[in-house]
Structure formats: C-alpha cells, structure tokens
C-alpha cells in the first residue's frame, strides 16, 4: 500500500514537473507536428484536428454515457422503491426479477 | 436490496466501452490521413459501393429491431418469441456478412491495396467490425441454442440479455462507422 502511495506521490511530480516546463521544451518531442501544425492551409493540420477532437470526444462520451446510465439506474430504482419493492426488472440481478415465467411449448 | 444494475451489465457495459476506444484510435487514424491527405480515394484505388453498402446497413439495422423483439420476449419468458427474433437476428447478421464478404471480393478484384493507408484504415476498421459482427453472430448462435434447450426463463436470462447488448453494441457502431468511411 505504502509503495502505491509513494508511486501516484511520483507520478504527480513528475506530471507537475512537466507541466512547469516552457511549452518550447515541452514542444521538441514532437517538432514535425508543430511545424506541420504552424501552416493552417495544410490539409494535415484539417486532419490531425479533426482526429484530435475525436479522440478527445469520445473518452467522455463512453465515461458519460455509462456513469449517466448508472445514475438513471439508481435514480429509477431509488423513485420505484416505496412502490414495487425493488429495481426494474431488466437491470436488476439475476434471480431477482418478479415478472411470472409464461414458458410456451414449442 | 439488489443494486439496480448487476455486475455482469456493467461490466458488459465496461467492456463495450473500451471496444468503443478501440476503435475510436481508428478511426482517430482514418479522419487524419482522410482529411489530412489530398486526393481521397487515391489514383488507381476503387471507389467504396455505397448503395449496397447502405442496403446492406438495412440489413443490419433491420437486426437491431428483431434483437428488441427477442430482448422482451427473454423479459416475458415468451421462448417461441424469443427463438424467433433470436434466428431472425441472427439470420440478418449473416447476410449483412455475406454481403460484405462479396463486397470485399469485388474490392480486391478491383485492386485495393491493403498496403496503402486508404486500403489499410478500410481494411483495420471494416474488417475488425466485420469480425466483431461474427463473434457476435456466433454468440447469438449459442444463445439460441441453449434457448432450444430451456436454458432461460423470464428470471435467468442474463447471458442473453448480455448478447443483446453487444448486438445492439455491434448495430450502433455500424452507424458511426458507415456515416465515416463510405459518406465522410
């Protein structure tokens, strides 16, 4: 556990030591990037900012899509409680559902 | 009190999600060497079938609602509804592939070129959806299966309900995927 805490301690340094730096160090890593990116009428820079916004997009459109279920979830069972005694009978856990087997022989 | 959403959807859920970033650094790749490049497609390569591309998202679309179908008759126990919906579902699966297969033959016959980025990002993002749509073809087939053998009732169904997720998982990023690469 101690060892966990002294690598996040570390990695935070580390992460606030970088975000010190002149955005000219920071920008050597990748010099053909910010030269390509320098000239707007390159086609390039329509391409890598397009996928940038993409793939900056989506990481919150997957963790709000899932945290927002979660939560619609919760809330819907929260609000049928006093009710029905439990959650929809689609989200809840296996076994758990009141809904009557209508089982139909082939 | 059962908490509203079991382990087994959220993690299903969880799973769906990374198979989501997967493909997003994809299509990340895609939109830039789409837009980033001059002429797209490039000289010499053949152009994408969108007409039949779209009739065949019918197809899979089609799919999506016979999957609903299926989902509430697991919810109403209902196993003639449910078998049904689940080979119709499954049914539209394998044609949506079997046209993409001949699609995919005429491409080649026409001189695409996996080895350029234009027959590279097709191939990475339309094939690995491909396979994603015959994994879960192949899973429906299972769920089928054991629904013939009375292994679900309105009270034990997780496993299919799971299926149906990634079904619908499946369908909605077809949606994404043809809007980018057969009309962007």
């Known amino acids: 556990m101690r060892r966990i805490g002294r690598f996040i301690v570390g990695l935070a340094g580390a992460a606030l030591g970088s975000s010190l730096s002149s955005p000219e160090v920071l920008a050597?890593?990748?010099?053909?990037?910010?030269?390509?990116?320098?000239?707007?009428?390159?086609?390039?820079v329509k391409g890598i900012n397009l996928s940038v916004v993409l793939m900056v997009a989506m990481p919150f459109a997957v963790v709000g899509g899932i945290g927002g279920w979660v939560v619609?979830?919760?809330?819907?069972?929260?609000?049928?409680?006093?009710?029905?005694?439990?959650a929809s009978p689609g989200l809840s856990a296996p076994g758990t559902e009141t809904s009557a087997t209508t089982e139909e022989q082939p | 009190m059962a908490p509203?959403?079991?382990n087994a959807h959220l993690a299903m859920a969880i799973f769906i999600g990374a198979e989501l970033m997967l493909f997003t650094g994809l299509m990340g790749a895609h939109v830039f060497l789409r837009y980033g490049?001059?002429?797209?497609?490039?000289?010499?390569?053949?152009?994408?079938?969108?007409?039949a591309t779209a009739a065949n998202s019918v197809?899979?679309?089609?799919s999506a609602l016979t999957m609903r179908g299926a989902w509430a008759g697991f919810r109403s126990g209902s196993r003639r509804r449910l078998r049904r919906n689940l080979a119709l579902t499954a049914g539209l699966g394998a044609?949506?592939?079997?046209?993409?297969?001949r699609e995919w033959l005429r491409l080649v016959a026409h001189g695409l070129s996996l080895g350029s980025a234009y027959g590279s990002t097709f191939a990475a993002l339309i094939g690995l959806h491909g396979l994603h749509v015959l994994g879960a073809v192949a899973w429906l087939l299972l769920v089928l299966w054991k629904s013939a053998r009375?292994?679900?009732?309105?009270?034990?169904h997780v496993e299919a309900e799971l299926c149906a997720m990634y079904w619908m998982f499946v369908c909605g990023l077809w949606i994404l995927l043809?809007?980018?690469?057969?009309?962007?």
Do not use: K, N, T
């Open chain 1, 28 to 44: 050597q890593g990748c010099a053909m990037c910010r030269m390509a990116v320098q000239s707007p009428d390159d086609p390039l």
């Open chain 1, 72 to 86: 619609m979830a919760y809330r819907r069972a929260h609000s049928r409680a006093p009710f029905s005694g439990g």
């Open chain 2, 4 to 6: 509203p959403i079991s």
């Open chain 2, 37 to 51: 490049g001059s002429e797209w497609p490039p000289a010499g390569q053949p152009r994408l079938a969108v007409a």
């Open chain 2, 59 to 62: 197809a899979l679309l089609l």
């Open chain 2, 95 to 101: 044609v949506f592939l079997a046209l993409q297969g």
């Open chain 2, 150 to 156: 009375w292994r679900y009732s309105a009270r034990r």
């Open chain 2, 178 to 184: 043809f809007g980018l690469v057969y009309l962007g």
